[in-house]
């Protein structure tokens, strides 16, 4: 049996705390060359809709400039289900390694929180902010035959005939059902709401005189305006639209305030190297800024945002009270 000395047991001691720095001190630059090194892998977008969707029509764009400036694959994979809560919870519990991102609407990041009482992520807490890559305003028509010619005449329909008047939305809990809502307690009238399975129904019913007006997603209602099939009275957005630069917003037409925008941002899961956000948050400011992208989201009636991650999260912060005040004072609820 071998036997230590004194001198040559406390000479071990004194060696030990340096051998186990020495194991550890590889792994910093290992993981600061894996962050400049990305991406090494394919890069998922998680886009929390069905294909077709504008979300999903904006990732794919984003996803091609990704791949071309990266020599990366940029794999798209929709996961719908749950006003976009799904998908996004998928993400929320992902590996924060930039690997898995989620271009998810204002849905579960602003309006959800209030509606589903057990919604399994926290939009603040559990993400890392990318970007707010673009907005689109929600259109207010009425049908042809409604005796309304703008915002103003319609509160004054609406007033004289309280809760004898529908809207129709693509869902409830959708951002027009919110703007609904949100024009019901700022005009102080009572429109119904009818929630449909997408916009086209609501506006075939429009067309079809069996609703009084809709509020709808700019690209699929516009086409019928420009037809004169349905009439427009206002885009939701504080500041009118670049899509539809001719139609006054709700705050024009007397509404002061309105603001009920959709919007999608892109996030990573909470955690994620700073360096990768930025990485990514650099990528989708010059994607956005190519004039082929900006024409295809332009004709999709999307306005271009491409925002900071600290902005996108200031965003959140206001969106998120601001609905759950709606929610609150209007009794609004998901099936």
Do not use: C
């Amino acid at each position: 049996m071998i036997r230590l000395s004194d001198v040559q047991y406390w000479m071990v001691l004194a060696m030990a705390p340096v051998m186990s720095i020495g194991a550890v001190v590889p792994l910093v630059p290992l993981s600061a060359h894996a962050q400049s090194d990305y991406p090494n892998k394919p890069v998922r977008i998680v886009v929390p809709y069905f294909p077709g969707t504008p979300s999903d029509l904006t990732a794919r764009m984003l996803g091609q400039k990704f791949s071309e400036a990266w020599g990366k694959a940029v794999v798209i994979e929709n996961v719908a289900g749950a006003s976009g809560n799904i998908g996004t919870e998928r993400v929320a519990k992902a590996n924060p390694d930039g690997y898995s991102l989620v271009l998810p609407g204002n849905a579960p990041l602003a309006i959800n929180p209030s509606l589903y009482p057990n919604l399994p992520f926290h939009p603040l807490k559990d993400f890392a902010p990318i970007s707010q890559v673009v907005l689109s305003a929600s259109l207010l028509a009425v049908q042809n035959a409604v005796a309304a010619k703008n915002v103003q005449e319609l509160v004054a329909l609406a007033k004289a005939q309280p809760g004898k008047l529908t809207y129709g939305t693509g869902g409830a809990g959708t951002p027009q059902h919110m703007a609904g809502e949100l024009f019901n307690t700022m005009a102080g009238i009572r429109i119904l709401h009818v929630p449909y399975k997408g916009p086209p129904p609501s506006l075939l019913d429009l067309v079809g005189g069996r609703l009084t007006a809709v509020f709808s997603i700019l690209s699929s209602a516009l086409p019928l305006t420009r037809t004169e099939k349905i009439r427009a009275l206002a885009v939701t957005s504080l500041t009118r639209s670049n899509a539809a630069p001719d139609l006054p917003t709700m705050h024009e037409s007397g509404v002061t305030g309105f603001e009920a925008t959709s919007w999608f941002a892109l996030l990573a899961p909470a955690g994620t190297p700073q360096p990768i956000v930025r990485k990514i948050h650099a990528e989708t400011v010059k994607a956005l800024a190519q004039p082929d992208v900006r024409a295809k989201l332009t004709d999709m009636g999307m306005d271009i945002v491409g925002s900071t991650p600290e902005q996108l999260s200031a965003v959140m912060r206001v969106e998120l009270p601001k609905w759950a005040k709606v929610v609150k004072e209007s009794g609004a609820k998901v099936e």
